[in-house]
């Protein structure tokens, strides 16, 4: 059995939404670097020494990477064996990442980009609620991933359900029928998640999983959908977007795919879109 403070939770929250804000982590850096090195139009490899630019000015003068700092969204890994200690004011394990991220993205002059309702768009003013999906799991284990999710790429990505008999086929012309469709509009280059089976929702969520994979362009373990990401990313870059959108080689960084069982009569498809700015990072306790 394990301990642990609510407030240590809301502290590395705080520094967290931060970090990953203000810094590009190292294996966002090395494909970004290794794919300038394939991008043949100047105006795409402008384009990345920008990125490279605005990432060191982030990361020297502590600025978020983009004006979009993101919904704060984390994936938490919960073992049974873990309990909380209420401490400092903090009443629930979901208060801690609340308050986490309220703190965090005041005392970095984060933007706040929540609308308490989706018709009559009033800001909440704090980057709040935070979205939270839980996996429960044996064992006292607590592992933490964050990603500041931005607008214009989350508005590029879909879900569709397919008949069985639409094959990989199908869903490879889906998915590069989603990144043809957002155009510049994701800031590419991206970084594409790819959410196979479950259900409606989990495909969903599988998709947005996938682009948490380390280190970035780091493939499925199965051969099978390892050989489609690499296909898709092939494919995908061959459909001369470039970089923001300006023409070019290289339209995505990365393809991740994650795989569910699902129902005898589905096939559930979704795609997330990630944009340049990939900020995700992860702790445990
Ligand atoms: S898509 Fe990404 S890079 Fe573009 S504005 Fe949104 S957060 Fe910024």
């Known amino acids: 059995m394990k301990t642990i403070n609510l407030s240590t939770i809301r502290d590395k929250v705080k520094d967290i939404v931060q970090e990953a804000n203000f810094e590009l982590q190292d294996d966002v850096m090395d494909v970004i670097k290794k794919m300038e090195d394939q991008e043949k139009s100047p105006a795409g490899k402008a384009v990345f020494d920008l990125i490279k630019q605005n990432a060191q000015i982030a990361k020297d ?3 978020g990477l983009c004006q979009d700092t993101g919904l704060a969204v984390f994936f938490v890994e919960l073992g049974e064996d873990v309990r909380f200690n209420r401490d400092d004011g903090l009443e629930s394990l979901r208060d801690a990442f609340t308050q986490g991220t309220i703190q965090g993205y005041e005392e970095g002059y984060l933007r706040k980009s929540v609308v308490a309702d989706p018709i009559r768009r009033e800001n909440t003013s704090d980057n709040t609620p935070v979205f939270i999906h839980w996996e429960l799991d044996k064992g006292d284990h607590f592992k933490v991933q964050f990603v500041a999710k931005g607008g214009g ?3 590029m990505s879909q879900v569709r359900m397919f008949a069985p008999a639409a094959g990989k086929e199908g869903i490879e012309d889906f998915v590069v029928e989603t990144i043809e469709q957002g155009g510049s509009n994701p800031c590419p280059p991206t970084v594409v998640g790819v959410g196979l089976g479950g259900n409606f929702e989990y495909s969903a969520l599988l998709a947005k999983k996938a682009l948490l994979r380390k280190p970035l362009g780091s493939h499925n373990p199965d051969k099978f959908y390892a050989d489609m990401e690499k296909r898709l990313l092939e494919k995908i870059n ?10 070019g080689r290289i339209t995505s960084l990365a393809v991740h795919v994650e795989a569910f069982p699902c129902h005898i009569a589905s096939m559930p498809a979704a795609v997330n879109v990630q944009c340049h700015s990939h900020r995700v990072l992860s702790f445990e306790l």
Request: no cysteine.
């Open 61 to 63: 003068e502590k600025l």
């Open 153 to 155: 790429a989350e508005n």
């Open 238 to 247: 061959n459909l001369g977007i470039g970089p923001q959108g300006m023409g």
